[in-house]
């Protein structure tokens, strides 16, 4: 690679405030994975484009120079990878080395090709942030931990969430990101598609 | 303020820590590892449950604490000042106006609710350990859903005494899958943890985090002709008449007098002040 210097981007763009803001972050985190079809704020972190505020605002708040992350498609800039260098020091790895994953749902194909932890560690699975257009609450059927009868969430596919979900308690763990917004989805979710007449109120 | 980080631990161990949650709360009832830090008390004071609630806490956060049901025994008392003094965070002894609430060996008799979590401290967080004490078996065990060691023990209980005879601690397994130590909560508590509120469990001096996202199936261990009870004491409160709340036994002279009291006790002064009585209530209290 040519040197190069580092762009003054990505100097900038942290948490005002460390260890309240990324409280404050963690625990919408905690909220949308916890409660999968619910959509939360996420603000404070601000990455170089096309990363959106509330990606940003979760890798600063889970990732540092422990976690190897993957960046795909268009989330793989070189503004990025500084950004990411200076901010949080993970390292940028491919799929099969991946904790966390960045990209859209086209970038981050195929997800299979990320680790679904083992038999004996289950938790040894990436973690998967994928920027949406936007999160909305219609789309697919959600249920199983974490919601009371059904939900409902825009995903980007059906099948491979299904098959996910199929292989439980192996299995990859999303994250949809959108502006300031989070939703999640962890593996334990069992994905269907909508079933038209129940048309949840906005 | 303090001079302390907020809520005490670095933002990099609770960088980790929060990474371990969420791995709880995706697969629950799993045992995360984890690297559990040094804290500033001794282990089984609840290191593992103030980790958690470090690595969980807002600045708009109301922490309660309790001990056993009550918020102002030492144990309680201790973490509610180390959270007062580290994250200058609010408190509370009201179940209803707390945000967070960590707990050692009990859950609120009040149902908890969505926008609250629940953090248990948790001494032994396998449930198979007294079984197989090896952490490679125990850990095959799991990944094999080999669980028939459990229920050899709870029919031993029954051959040795007629019914299952353990009390607290008392195994579940969650969504179907993982067997899970609930911490040593009476088993009068277990049906309660199939609630709206987000329930961690954290084992300090065992580096174990593990997660039941809000209603999931939380189901008890039994067989179909001894099905699980969750019993209490068949007394009412003496302080405040419930016949509905786990009850501490508590001896009040030397000659084999007793009282049974609420083991919540902000339940228990809720209920007081709302009028109720029991068998020992002074007759001029409000």
């Known amino acids: ?202 | 303020m303090s001079d302390y980080n907020f809520a005490y631990l670095d933002e990099q161990t609770k960088r980790m820590i929060r990474r371990a949650i969420l791995k709880g709360i995706a697969v629950p009832g799993y045992q995360v590892p984890f690297a559990s830090r040094e804290m500033p008390m001794p282990y089984g004071w609840g290191t593992g449950g103030v980790q958690v609630s470090a690595a969980c806490l807002m600045p708009e956060d109301v922490l309660k604490v309790i001990d056993q049901g009550a918020d102002d025994t030492t144990n309680a008392v201790s973490i509610r000042k180390f959270f007062e003094k580290t994250a200058d965070i609010a408190v509370t002894e009201k179940t209803r106006e707390a945000t967070v609430i960590q707990t050692r060996h009990r859950i609120p008799e009040e149902p908890l609710t969505e926008g609250q979590i629940l953090v248990y401290q948790v001494p032994i967080p396998e449930p198979l350990r007294f079984l197989e004490p090896r952490e490679t078996e125990t850990r095959k065990m799991h990944a094999l859903e080999e669980y028939g060691l459990m229920h050899v023990k709870l029919y031993e209980d029954i051959a040795k005494h007629g019914h299952i005879a353990t009390s607290y601690a008392y195994p579940v397994k969650v969504e179907g899958r993982y067997v899970m130590d609930p911490s040593p909560i009476p088993k009068f508590d277990n049906p309660k943890m199939e609630m709206a509120a987000i329930q961690l469990f954290g084992a300090g001096r065992e580096q174990r985090i593990y997660a039941v996202p809000p209603y999931t199936k939380v189901v008890s261990l039994d067989f179909e002709d001894h099905p699980f009870e969750a019993s209490k004491a068949n007394h009412p409160c003496d302080l405040c008449g419930a016949e509905h709340t786990y009850l501490d036994e508590v001896i009040i002279d030397d000659e084999g007098g007793r009282m049974f009291v609420c083991s919540d006790t902000d339940y228990c002064a809720e209920r007081q002040a709302m009028g109720h009585r029991g068998r020992l209530s002074p007759e001029a209290a409000e």
């Not at chain 1, 690679?1 to 763009?13: A, T, V």
């Open chain 1, 1 to 202: 690679m040519p040197e190069r210097q580092m762009s003054e981007q990505s100097l900038i763009g942290a948490f005002e405030a460390p260890p309240q803001d990324a409280a404050r972050a963690f625990r919408a985190a905690l909220e949308a994975l916890a409660r999968p079809g619910s959509i939360h704020e996420i603000k404070g972190g601000k990455a170089p484009a096309p990363v959106s505020e509330a990606a940003a605002s979760l890798l600063l708040t889970l990732c540092d120079p422990e976690t190897p992350l993957c960046l795909m498609g268009a989330h793989d800039t070189p503004a990025i990878r500084d950004w990411i260098a200076f901010q949080i020091g993970a390292p940028i790895v491919g799929p099969a080395k991946a904790m966390f994953a960045l990209g859209t749902w086209a970038a981050l194909q195929p997800v299979t090709a990320f680790p679904i932890g083992t038999a004996e560690y289950p938790d040894r699975s990436t973690t998967l942030i994928v920027e949406m257009e936007r999160l909305s609450q219609d789309g697919m059927r959600l249920t199983g931990p974490g919601i009371e009868t059904t939900a409902s969430l825009t995903l980007p596919a059906l099948e491979p969430f299904q098959m996910n979900a199929a292989l439980f308690p192996l299995g990859l763990d999303f994250y949809f990101t959108s502006g300031t917004q989070i939703a999640g989805l962890p593996r334990s979710t069992t994905v269907s598609p909508e079933t038209g007449a129940e048309m949840e109120a906005d």
